[in-house]
């Protein structure tokens, strides 16, 4: 019988493929409405269905471990010991990818004390001898023992589980120049990591290989281990028994005693009804159509469908200039209604040419600055007809280094992929195409030195980016459409241009401060080494729990996986219950390196004109507050003389007349009071008091005046720390008193401002019906893990659910002034400049002249940024830098 009439048996080791899709595919991309994760499981049948359709199986299983424990740990129980704790997020996947493949009507087996890679030796032996072309699906490299004229490896390439090398006998030899059989003998002598396996020291692949091609086998090897010279030598003969034992544990199992023979995997007809119900639940819903179309529609199984090409397809790109483009723009987006996804080309900062594409048609447009054939491009993208970008930010500074300017941007992917999922890590386009379709960016191959593929049209680019805006659309919602449309897009172009902008920076004060601390470190380290007799890596925990647990007894701290926590508040809290002069020369070394490595960075960072420029993310944080990056100016400390110092190299650029700084005070109380509506809190606002004595007296039953500076202090502690969860245990450890002192001092704040304690317990409750919290301005933050069993992630998710609404409306209000400040900053045509927003702070560069009037509309535009139930109080400051501006 030949190949093609012999029934083809595949086999899949299922843990293996289902760490691999795990891995391959992002773990926020696919969370099913129970809070479960779903990539593994999305991603292993999208690659079963590609080998249904490829390979055409008539019999086919998937096979599990139990556990980590078998017959090999028994003999060797640091077997696979190198490998960590399964992730968190792959927990509860497999029985759930069991489900799918019984509703697929899939056998699945596993068999007590042995591996899955045993179960595809017993099977692959027992179908190659019934005349089976067999097939074995793994990640697991021992797999290449089992290639012979009968059976084939494939294995999941680099990229993941999409591309899978065929391994027969020619290529195995091809790869490692040996025969398949041979393969172990190779793993034992060099050792095999992933399973924990030492091998013989410095016997490399090659060595082994050229070994095996001369004697022929390990156990030759072994019996001619005196003739083979050289320090390898020596170690095969010394560590002769490590190659022995690999040798026994790395060999397959071929007559594991199983349920099921090859001929009971015949494939079924699917369970439509089971599938739809399973696949319902993980929210698989554009898998569930490829499931059913490879099934066929009459639910029989069978590859009678191999069409496996998305239903839409990319439209023919075309090429356009001249009167055809401006034709082509005018008729399609009739009126500004009809929306086209803009796609940039560039090569460096070089503009080279624009992608366009409605759902039927995709345009290249070349470019070349400055030439006139190219006004009708210019215009449209002036225009306020509607336009889809994967990142509107980007583009804009993309286009600043030419002379176009892009106006009308509807919708920005990149953004509401993350008013989606807040928190959730940016996908690019290829992934958002995979998460939203279940299909494969064309894309060349990034390790081919000469690519055979040509790399996708950016008319075709623009093609994708405007089908994944029409999915993400339907999954925004009305609430976070108006986030997106009335706060986030008018945004991003603002960000761009502070980017572009930067700020001027004096790389003398930088310098000179960087040498002081530089000394300070040092000075510091040497003390440190002096109270303990010996150096030490201070920056080093595990040498430091030497020093502190083991040298000088001091108490331990939190365990953790490599033993007692080193951080900083860990730290402190040591030393203020056991003080000893190492750790106060440790801590105060630590903060003088810290300093020194804000200020490095920030030298690194100034450019040749003498500014710096920061990136700030839209996306960075789940709370909506802007983040920046590349340098972080939102980590120069404020309080600390060093840190004030920083802040003072922070200067007005040469042709501006001053700094100015607005600082929103207090904005988390103020909108702490508006949502939960205390009496008492809204009082203390609206008739100007200070918040912490007026709050303190009415806790302390004395009169304002009579407020210590250390009852203000709780007080203020308390105020934040129940914005953001803290309980009495977090406030004892705060403010360094008995926990009951903390829990007396709550009680009497929730019995003055009992609304405070109702619209916080509120708040986690309605998140808990409702699955997320939202702001004043209707921006939804989800919360999966309110109702989870595990109590970690619950009162995790607690604590994040009570601080949501006010850190996120806090941002909200702060991005509403900056879009009313930039457009009155263009209205009135003033040269002052919006340079940084750092948390609830904005800083301008103030031209000659413009103070009144930029400053009189800065704090209208803030203070009017919501209508609250107490006032928005703005304060700012001028001067020749950051911290001379400082209020």
């Not at 048996?9 to 760490?19: K, N, P, T, V, Y």
């Amino acid at each position: 019988m030949s190949d093609s009439e012999k029934p083809t048996l595949m086999i899949i080791d299922g843990h293996s493929l289902a760490f691999r899709a795990f891995y391959a595919l992002p773990v926020d991309s696919f969370v099913n409405r129970e809070g479960q994760h779903t990539n593994a499981i999305h991603g292993f049948i999208a690659m079963l269905i590609n080998l249904i359709r490829d390979e055409k199986p008539t019999h086919l299983a998937v096979a599990f471990d139990i556990s980590r424990y078998s017959f090999r740990t028994r003999e060797y129980p640091e077997y696979k010991g190198t490998r960590g704790e399964t992730p968190p997020e792959f927990v509860g996947q497999i029985p759930l990818l069991e489900e799918a493949l019984h509703a697929m009507n899939i056998v699945t087996v596993s068999k007590e004390d042995y591996e899955a890679d045993d179960i595809l030796a017993t099977l692959s032996r027992q179908g190659a001898e019934q005349g089976y072309r067999v097939l074995v699906v793994s990640g697991d490299r021992d797999s290449i023992q089992l290639v012979n004229d009968d059976v084939t490896l494939l294995y999941p390439s680099v990229r993941g589980v999409s591309e899978l090398t065929r391994y027969d006998a020619e290529k195995v030899f091809e790869k490692y120049g040996i025969q398949p059989h041979q393969y172990p003998d190779i793993a034992a002598l060099v050792g095999e990591s992933s399973d924990n396996l030492i091998g013989v020291d410095k016997v490399g692949e090659k060595t082994a290989v050229k070994w095996i091609n001369l004697y022929g086998s390990l156990d030759e090897i072994l019996a001619h281990a005196d003739e083979i010279k050289g320090v390898v030598g020596n170690n095969l003969r010394e560590q002769k028994d490590r190659a022995i034992l690999n040798r026994r544990l790395n060999h397959l199992v071929t007559d594991v005693e199983l349920p099921i023979a090859p001929g009971d995997l015949a494939v079924q007809p699917i369970n439509e009804a089971e599938l739809r119900d399973v696949f319902g639940r993980l929210q698989f819903r554009t898998l569930l159509d490829r499931v059913l179309k490879i099934a066929g529609s009459d639910g029989s199984s069978g590859p009678e469908d191999d069409d496996a090409a998305p239903t839409v397809q990319a439209p023919v790109v075309r090429t356009m200039v001249d009167e055809e483009l401006a034709h082509w723009l005018a008729t399609t987006s009739v009126k500004g209604t009809v929306p086209l996804a803009v796609h940039i080309e560039h090569d460096g900062d070089a503009v080279t040419g624009f992608g366009l594409a409605t759902l039927t048609e995709s345009v290249y447009v070349p470019w070349a600055l400055g030439r006139p054939d190219y006004s009708a491009l210019e215009q449209w993208l002036a225009s306020e007809s509607p336009k889809v970008l994967a990142d509107s930010k980007q583009v804009a500074k993309t286009l600043a280094s030419t002379e176009l300017r892009i106006a009308g941007v509807d919708f920005d992917n990149r953004l509401a992929a993350w008013l989606i999922k807040p928190g959730s890590t940016t996908q690019s386009l290829a992934a958002q195409v995979l998460d939203l379709f279940d299909e494969t960016l064309p894309e060349a191959d990034p390790n081919q030195l000469v690519p055979e593929d040509d790399p996708l049209s950016p008319a075709t680019r623009a093609w994708y980016v405007l089908r994944v805006a029409g999915e993400l659309r339907e999954r925004l919602g009305d609430s976070s459409t108006r986030v997106l449309q009335t706060i986030e897009l008018p945004l991003a172009p603002i960000l761009a241009l502070m980017e572009l902008t930067g700020v001027t920076v004096n790389r003398t004060v930088l310098s000179e401060l960087r040498d002081e601390l530089t000394t300070r470190a040092d000075r510091l380290a040497t003390s440190a080494y002096a109270e303990i007799g010996h150096e030490v890596n201070l920056g080093s925990p595990k040498q430091l729990q030497q020093v502190l647990f083991d040298e000088l007894e001091m108490p331990k701290t939190r365990a953790t996986k490599t033993g007692y926590t080193t951080d900083a508040s860990a730290l402190a809290d040591l030393q203020l219950k056991n003080p000893h002069p190492f750790l106060d020369l440790l801590l105060k070394h630590r903060d003088a390196t810290k300093l020194k490595q804000i200020t490095e960075t920030l030298e690194k960072s100034v450019d040749a004109g003498g500014r710096v420029h920061t990136t700030y993310d839209q996306t960075g944080t789940a709370t909506g507050r802007v983040s920046s990056t590349d340098p972080n100016l939102q980590n120069i400390p404020v309080r600390t003389a060093e840190g004030r110092r920083i802040r003072s190299a922070f200067e007005k650029g040469e042709d501006f007349e001053t700094l100015l700084t607005a600082d929103y005070s207090q904005i988390e109380m103020r909108i702490m009071a508006h949502l939960s509506e205390d009496a008492g809190l809204i009082q203390a606002f609206q008739e100007g008091e200070d918040l912490h004595r007026f709050v303190g007296a009415h806790i302390f039953g004395v009169e304002p005046a009579e407020v210590t500076p250390v009852m203000r202090t709780k007080v203020k502690a308390m105020s934040y720390g129940l914005v953001y969860g803290l309980s009495a245990f977090g406030l004892s450890k705060q403010l360094r008193i008995e926990q009951s002192e903390a829990k007396q001092l709550m009680t009497d704040y929730f019995a003055r401002f009992g609304a405070v304690r109702d619209y916080l317990r509120n708040v986690v409750e309605q998140a808990r019906l409702d699955g997320y919290t939202e702001t004043i301005f209707g921006r939804r933050r989800p919360f999966t893990d309110l109702t989870s069993t595990n109590r970690v992630l619950r009162d995790n998710a607690e604590r994040q659910a009570l601080n949501a609404p006010i850190q996120g409306s806090a941002a909200d209000i702060i991005k509403i002034a900056m879009i009313g400040i930039a457009d009155d900053l263009q209205a009135k045509n003033l040269e002052s400049r919006m340079l940084l927003q750092v948390h609830d702070e904005l800083i301008f560069e103030v031209a000659e002249g413009e103070w009144d009037t930029v400053s009189e509309l800065v704090t209208t535009r803030m203070s009017t940024a919501a209508e609250l139930r107490v006032p928005l109080d703005v304060q700012v400051g001028r001067g020749v830098n950051w911290d001379a501006a400082a209020h």
